[in-house]
């Protein structure tokens, strides 16, 4: 249970992160749209890890006697992408120059293509969480979950805060994937 906690916390990390960067660039913000942006990212991480868990089973007998590697190079490449991405953070100046405030959660259209980009991770997780045999349902209502109650804070944390943790939240978050790729590769190797 404390795996898909932390997997949860790890995959919000994204949003969190997407809502944060809101919070601060859209003074405007208001709690209705933070709780639509919540819902939509919730929904989107509770949705790709049921499909990426399908889309393994699939492919299950054709890779089970190494799907603790691919397992924990998915999670190892998800958790290092994050840590990456976080180097490569905006200042919050950018909102005036076409950043951040291009990508607002105020747009449905922009809204949607943001819940999916910040869900892709999940799709491989529930991918990984199929090679290892383990169930996906719990924690992909864990994961969706979370992430709604960490998208909501995050807009409202951005407009108090700012973007001194933003690149904190990307940071934590991918350690703890690729901490939890390395638990399940330990777990199948002994």
């Keep these: 249970m404390l795996t898909w906690i932390l997997v949860a916390f790890g995959l919000a990390a994204d949003a969190f992160a997407v809502s944060v960067s809101n919070g601060i660039c859209i003074p405007q913000l208001k709690p209705r749209h933070a709780l639509r942006a919540a819902l939509a990212f919730g929904l989107f991480q509770f949705g790709m890890p049921l499909a990426g868990w399908a889309l393994g089973g699939a ?9 603790h590697w691919i397992a924990f190079g998915l999670l190892a490449l998800i958790g290092g992408k994050m840590i990456k ?4 953070m905006e200042d919050p100046s950018a909102c005036d120059d076409g950043g951040p405030a291009k990508k607002s959660i105020l747009d449905l259209g922009t809204l949607l293509v943001l819940a999916v980009a910040t869900s892709i991770d999940a799709l491989a997780v ?11 349902l719990v924690p992909a209502l864990i994961i969706g979950v979370v992430t709604f109650g960490l ?9 108090r805060i700012g973007v001194k943790f933003e690149r904190w939240a990307e940071i934590a978050g991918g350690a703890v994937l690729i901490g939890i790729g390395a638990k399940i590769l330990v777990e199948h190797l002994r």
Excluded: V
Excluded at 126 to 132: A, C, D, E, K, V
């Design 59 to 67: 492919f299950r007998s054709l890779i089970q006697d190494f799907d």
């Design 85 to 88: 991405e976080s180097f490569d």
């Design 126 to 136: 529930g991918l990984s969480y199929r090679m290892i045999e383990a169930p996906i």
């Design 151 to 159: 998208s909501f804070i995050g807009t409202e944390f951005g407009k």
